[in-house]
């Protein structure tokens, strides 16, 4: 089992190698160099003219004028060795700083999804199995599909006008002022975030609980005529038991696999949910820095987010490992 | 009759799909006698797997027990002071109820043909027997796992106290048989129901294990029900032989009567298909033509369009349980008065 | 016993072998039907019982006839501006300023017990203390009509020439030319629609209308066209991928397989959405449309190919084992034909499934884009672009027509999973 996790931890040494590689391309891909775009933008709003030796400065420190290879050498390099994210020109903060503040709300949210699509997808998808064309299966196949079918940033449009409208609060946000969002963390800090991240957490997790309610649902019908639950009613097992025991942990197989893609998708989701509900996360900012060419600050958060899903991506192989003796075998 | 276990009754059991009734079991009647055994034979899909789970109560939808009786007649506990008639019947208890439960894997067990799936590869083989000790007696865990072991020995699987916590995957084909086997004998069951328990082995396993089977049901004491299509495993391990055709059994005798002198043309056809070692070489004789299509039994004797010996009656008229000696029984027209039965059914 | 199991026995054949039951009689046909009937056949019966399935594909069908002939089906044109040439200028918009941000007008359909629809004119007001300009219904009534004259608009492509001039000595071409010479271009111009105003330049806002006088109605027709075909064009591209890389990958295996499979698994690991954003982004800014269509389409396909090539790659491994390909490779066949003859069409009809569910990825993917602003950009319209003027909540709250694009959005993949379902049960024919 050790081998077994330390191999996947070397794995996703290249992988992530690769990734830093096609995130580096992508923040390179706009036209325009950003540093003279940020140096411009800088003398016309600021009348701030850099001297030479600041240009130098950066120059050391971004590789600005290198070629590419030399500057994504010296970008990686400062992030891996020294967590050095660079400097974010739009928010005239280190980079690093900027997605520190960002990364627990958003790993908070995600998180929170995830375990709201779990705890509503899997005794959904149990039962739909179970119980196949009853009347429970097939209203929750077709809130499913509903649930499948409706954009999540149209879900959250129409969360935030109900709430503006029936129920008189915002939905927008996570706190509920700002004054409280600066404020350090205490008891009632985390309250007050529990009552708002509530709505985010519904809305990013409902497309996946459809579609791993779907998931579960297929899994287990297909396991539920194997011939190993036979033996196991033939020995006298009361159904329930059964159930739990043989079938379900069979097809818990792909359900748990599927969460290795879970996350990515719910963090695409928490992206655009965030935009529209105007969440102090990673997606709102994401798409500013990625507006105004703020290089460093887009390519920390697109990494870091790519680095997440492959954390996750590990989580779940050792999770089947652990659940399944087929995979710690290696068959 | 006193040495009965299990009496069937006209059991019929049929299967609702999409396409149509399947009636997969269609009117059998089966004594099995105590502490013999009895193979059940018949091409795939004549019904014969599904007949013998019935035993169990296990059906599955889209089928259906539509009629008959499965009278279980159990040994008489002398712990359980319930009543002297301890005799039930299997098809009419909730299969998901707590009698029949207790009744399967305890006093009737069962040994499936695909031991490579029938095991979970989930748990250890050693905690799957186990469960089924642990669910129908009072051993404690250590007792549960001591007993196992020594199942395990005596089923012939080699260092069973390492392999005990093996996964199934880890293990040969004929090493799950056994491990499956000891699984059924964990709670020394009055019935043992084997589904082709040899048909996924090759040959010097399946000789095996038939070997250990036999010397168990011995030493246990135990009634062996044995389902196969294969006529050399009927000839070495049966006592009586059943004939099951698409759902009917057409043949029933004692295992020297039948490969001696077969009554139905089908048993002999069967019969005739079978290669024998001292034979001079002949071409084989296969039965002739398919087994009909599930969804349309043919009418008057289901095996009527293969038959070499069918007259214009066999068309209309399906014949009954006619018996030509003592314990054997046969469905035929060929055995029966066929003008008397056309009267009958032309008064009613 | 007996009875209960009757009653059941009732009860499935009512629930499932309805259309069954009426199309066979003979329960014993049915079976010899079953038995022998061709593969494309079973599939049509699978797929046929599937009733939401067969529903969306009657939806679907719909969908495309009106994004192809979106010009009939829209009363007005979609953007006055972009018709404006020196030659013609639209009379739909003839009221466009006096309307703009009007909410939608009710149709009436009878009028004095007849058959005559009509909706009443829109006056603007101002609320003298709160200065809130509000739209309110005066006694005009504007009369409307099936097939009546309006807007004209091009069906077809008509950048695509019929007959080049250097094809002018083709035998077909002469052939044509007496009898349709007029049309020169794969394209046809008209100016009948299916229904609007019998004046062509009276307002007809069914839909309300957007910040600039346009009726919504109009645009989500004309979106249609965009929205629905980036998803068929992405899928089409991932497919060449999928098929291409996944085949590659399931037949040659080794390090090819490796190779492809790691790319599968990184590419897999990065959220979509953010990437898309990032590489959206990076498209020049001053871009033809036609060139920012495909870049978004690109973009979209190069992260959902993967799924196909799984399915792909799956299907060639488990099929390079079959019983049927042996014996087709010991007869000597060559692998070229095997392949196409006997691999490909086995899975055919699993890929098409998967492709269908691919679609509504596709079709998300361009909305989101859009609505965010980096996707596709006006002049251009999709339903993701008309969202886009909707992404402020007081906005929405306001004037609550301008979702109307979410639910095109919404009944489109609503559709697409359900025929997808449909088709991926249908396409195992066998399969209980």
């Known amino acids: 089992m050790l081998t077994y996790i330390l191999r996947r931890l070397l794995y996703m040494i290249p992988v992530m190698f690769i990734i830093s590689i096609l995130v580096f391309l992508t923040i390179q891909l706009p036209p325009g160099d950003p540093i003279t775009k940020m140096i411009e933008n800088q003398r016309l709003q600021q009348g701030r003219v850099f001297s030479e030796k600041d240009i ?89 599909f509903i649930g ?184 | 009759m006193a040495d009965t276990l299990i009496d069937v009754k006209d059991l019929r059991i049929h299967f609702f799909t999409d396409e149509g009734v399947v009636r997969a079991v269609g009117g059998v009647d089966l004594a099995i006698t105590r502490g013999k055994t009895l193979a059940l034979v018949g091409e795939s899909g004549c019904g014969k797997s599904v007949a013998c789970r019935a035993l169990l109560n296990i059906v599955h939808r889209p089928g259906k027990i539509v009629s008959g009786e499965i009278i279980f007649h159990r040994m008489f506990h002398q712990s359980s002071g319930s009543g002297s008639d301890a005799s039930v019947d299997i098809a009419e208890l909730n299969p998901k109820g707590r009698e029949i439960r207790d009744i399967r894997g305890k006093e009737i067990a069962m040994i499936f043909q695909e031991p490579m799936t029938s095991f979970s590869s989930m748990y250890t083989i050693g905690n799957q027997i186990m469960e089924n000790i642990l669910l129908h007696t009072n051993l404690s865990k250590q007792e549960a796992r001591i007993l196992t072991i020594e199942l395990l020995d005596k089923v012939g699987i080699p260092k069973p106290s390492r392999l005990i916590d093996e996964y199934p995957f880890r293990l040969s084909g004929g090493m799950r048989q056994r491990a499956m086997i000891a699984m059924a004998l964990s709670c020394s069951p009055t019935l043992l129901i084997a589904d082709e328990p040899t048909t996924a082995l090759d040959v010097t396993t399946q000789a095996n294990i038939l070997d250990l089977m036999q010397n168990l049901q011995k030493q246990y004491e135990m009634t062996l029900l044995f389902i196969t299509h294969d006529l050399g495993v009927v000839a070495e391990i049966a006592d009586e032989v059943a004939v099951m055709y698409l759902g009917k059994i057409i043949e029933k005798s ?34 002739k033509g398919m087994v009909p299509n599930p969804y349309s039994r043919p009418s008057g004797c289901p095996f009527h369009p293969r038959c070499p010996k069918a007259f214009a009656a066999c068309k209309t008229i399906v014949p009954k349980t006619t018996s030509l000696g003592l314990h054997h029984t046969v469905q035929c027209l060929l055995y029966e008065d066929v003008t008397e039965r056309q009267a009958t059914e032309a008064l009613s | 016993m007996t009875t209960e199991a009757k009653n059941e026995a009732q009860d499935i054949s009512e629930e499932g072998g309805v259309d069954l039951a009426a199309e066979i009689p003979v329960m014993g046909e049915a079976a010899e039907r079953f038995a022998m009937a061709p593969q494309w056949q079973l599939m049509w019966w699978k797929f046929r019982r599937h009733r939401l399935a067969l529903v969306s594909l009657v939806v679907i069908i719909i969908l495309y006839t009106v994004a192809i002939f979106a010009g009939f089906f829209a009363p007005k044109s979609a953007d006055p501006t972009e018709l404006q040439t020196p030659s013609y200028t639209p009379p739909g918009y003839a009221h466009q300023t006096e309307y703009i941000n009007a909410p939608p007008m009710p149709i009436h359909w009878i009028d004095n017990g007849t058959f005559a629809p009509y909706v009443y004119a829109f006056k603007k007001t101002r609320d003298p203390k709160t200065l809130v300009e509000t739209f309110v219904a005066t006694d005009t009534k504007i009369r409307l009509g099936f097939f009546v004259p309006g807007d004209r608009y091009t069906v077809g492509f008509s950048s695509v020439p019929v007959c080049p001039p250097e094809w002018s000595e083709n035998a077909i071409c002469k052939l044509i030319d007496p009898v349709l010479g007029f049309v020169k271009t794969l394209a046809f111009t008209a100016d009948i629609h299916l229904f609007g105003p019998i004046n062509p330049e009276d307002p007809f806002y069914p839909a309300g209308a957007d910040d600039v006088g346009r009726d919504v109605f109009s645009r989500l027709i004309y979106a249609s066209q965009v929205s629905l075909s980036v998803g068929l064009v992405g899928v089409f591209l991932s497919l060449l991928l999928g098929i291409f890389l996944g085949g590659l990958s399931g037949l040659v295996g080794g390090w090819v397989d490796n190779l492809i499979q790691r790319t599968i698994e990184v590419l897999r690991a990065i959220p979509d959405i953010p990437l898309w954003m990032a590489l959206a982004i990076a498209m020049p800014p001053r871009l033809d449309p036609v060139y920012v269509y495909f870049g978004v389409t690109i973009i979209l396909s190069l992260l959902r190919w993967t799924d196909l090539a799984r399915v792909v790659r799956g299907k060639f491994l488990s099929l390079r084992e079959d019983d049927f390909v042996t014996a087709a490779e010991l007869d000597g066949v060559p692998r070229g034909r095997i392949i196409m003859r006997h691999m490909v069409p086995s899975f055919m009809s699993h890929i098409i499934a998967q492709m269908t569910l691919s679609i509504p990825g596709m079709i998300l993917g361009e909305s989101a884009l859009s609505f965010l602003g980096v996707g596709l950009r006006p002049p251009v319209v999709s339903w993701g672009v008309m969202l886009n003027k909707a992404i402020d909540v007081v906005v929405v709250i306001n004037k609550p027509w301008l979702l109307l694009p979410g639910l095109a959005i919404f009944v489109t993949i609503l559709a697409f999973n359900f025929l997808g379902d449909g088709l991926r049960d249908a396409a195992d024919p066998y399969h209980v």
Request: glycine share 8%; aromatic share 12%; proline share 6%.
């Open chain 1, 56 to 144: 130098e400065m950066m120059q050391a420190r971004f590789g600005y004028g290198d070629p590419l290879p030399v500057q994504y050498t010296k970008w990686i390099g400062n992030i891996v060795l020294r967590g050095d994210f660079g400097y974010s020109f739009y928010k005239r903060e280190e980079a690093g700083k900027v997605i520190a503040d960002l990364m627990p709300l958003t790993i908070a949210i995600s998180l929170g999804s995830f375990i709201f699509t779990w705890i509503v997808a899997l005794p959904i998808g149990v039962l739909s199995a179970v119980r196949q064309y009853s009347i429970a299966d097939y209203v929750f196949t077709f809130i499913g």
């Open chain 1, 148 to 331: 499948l079918a409706i954009p999540n940033f149209l879900l959250a449009l129409i969360l935030l006008v109900l709430g503006l409208t029936t129920f008189h609060t915002s939905f927008t946000g996570l706190f509920s002022s700002a004054e409280i969002q600066q404020a350090p963390w205490s008891l009632a800090k985390v309250w007050d975030l529990l009552k708002h991240a509530w709505v985010p957490m519904v809305v990013i997790g409902t497309g996946g609980t459809a579609g791993l309610i779907r998931i579960m649902r297929a899994n287990l019908l297909d396991e539920l005529h194997k011939p190993y639950v036979e033996t196991a009613r033939a020995k006298g097992l009361s159904e329930m038991r059964l159930l739990v025991k043989y079938p379900l942990r069979h097809a818990m197989n792909p359900f748990v696999s599927g969460f290795a893609y879970l996350l990515p998708y719910l963090v695409a989701g928490e992206a655009i949910v965030a935009i529209v509900m105007n969440l102090p996360t990673e997606g709102p900012t994401l798409l500013n820095s990625l507006l105004n060419l703020d290089v460093y600050l887009g390519g920390g958060i697109l990494l870091l987010i790519s680095f997440m899903t492959l954390i996750s991506t590990l989580l779940s192989d050792i999770l089947l490992a652990w659940l399944d003796p087929r995979i710690r075998y290696g068959n």
């Open chain 2, 254 to 287: 004692d295992v020297f009567t039948l490969f001696n002198s077969p009554a139905h043309p089908y048993t002999q056809a069967l019969l005739k298909s079978v290669p024998k070692i001292a034979m001079t070489r002949e071409a084989l004789d296969p039965i």
